[in-house]
């Protein structure tokens, strides 16, 4: 029996043109603003992408590495091309050192979080005013109100901003007469370090630094 004009469907037409409606219609994100690269930005991106390959590279059922506490990056974050970048650059830095050195551990400290204290060791005998390949560290400046701890560096006298230490240099231990020395990039501005001996290394010797006056204090020289 056909269909009354009444038992028919609606025209598609009317549907097409709701859907068109629906379309054109502004949604919740249109007028979202995007994120864009600051300074704050630049330090979450370094401290969670040191902890994700750290955690990979590094920590294991007996080593659990420190970690920046830093809140992690959004998904619109993680979109901005320099996060894939600082993601990059850190794994190269970090597969190029270990060619180089290894990261054992030495003790636990902070029992109720058993960190684990790593030193950086030799894989091979390295020559005397040698820059070690990869082994870099990065100088990030932390925001305002960051909880300051051990492995911030600080300005004794200066009116700068703190910055934390991060990358595969971070894990050197400072000794009062080091093989090495840091390698600065232009001024306190400057982000990146490098590691150069100041005398022949033996392998299986742990490489060490002067944290200078900055971290301990100006009495802290060879004491």
């Known amino acids: 029996m056909p ?5 028919k469907e609606s025209p598609k037409i009317q ?7 629906t379309k054109n219609a ?5 007028n979202k ?18 902890a994700l390959v750290t955690a990979e590279y590094l920590d294991s059922k007996t080593i659990k590495s420190h970690k ?11 979109k901005i091309p320099e996060f894939k970048k600082v993601e990059e650059d850190l794994r190269e830095a970090y597969l190029k050192s270990m060619e180089e050195v290894e990261f054992l551990e030495k ?28 082994l ?19 300005n004794k006298g200066r009116r700068k901003p703190e910055r934390v230490m991060l990358g595969p240099a971070s894990f050197i231990n400072h000794a009062c007469r080091p093989n090495a020395e840091w390698i600065v990039h232009g ?15 033996k392998k299986g010797e742990e490489i060490t630094l002067s944290y200078g006056d900055q971290f301990f204090g100006t009495n802290n020289k060879l004491g």
């Open 68 to 78: 920046v506490p830093v809140e992690k990056p959004s998904a619109e974050e993680k």
């Open 136 to 154: 870099i560290g990065i100088a990030a400046q932390c925001p305002e109100n960051f909880k300051i701890d051990f492995s911030v560096l600080g």
């Open 26 to 30: 502004p949604t919740a994100n249109a």
């Open 33 to 50: 603003k995007k994120p864009t690269f600051t300074k704050e930005l630049a330090f979450k991106f370094l401290a969670h992408c040191d």
């Open 3 to 7: 269909k009354t004009r009444s038992q």
């Open 107 to 134: 003790e636990k400290y902070q029992k109720e979080k058993q960190y684990s204290e790593l030193g950086v060791y030799s894989k091979k005998t390295i020559r005397k005013q040698q820059i070690i390949p990869g």
């Open 187 to 201: 001024e306190w501005s400057s982000t990146t370090l490098e590691v150069k001996t100041t005398r022949a290394i």
């Open 15 to 21: 549907l097409r043109s709701r859907q068109v409606k």
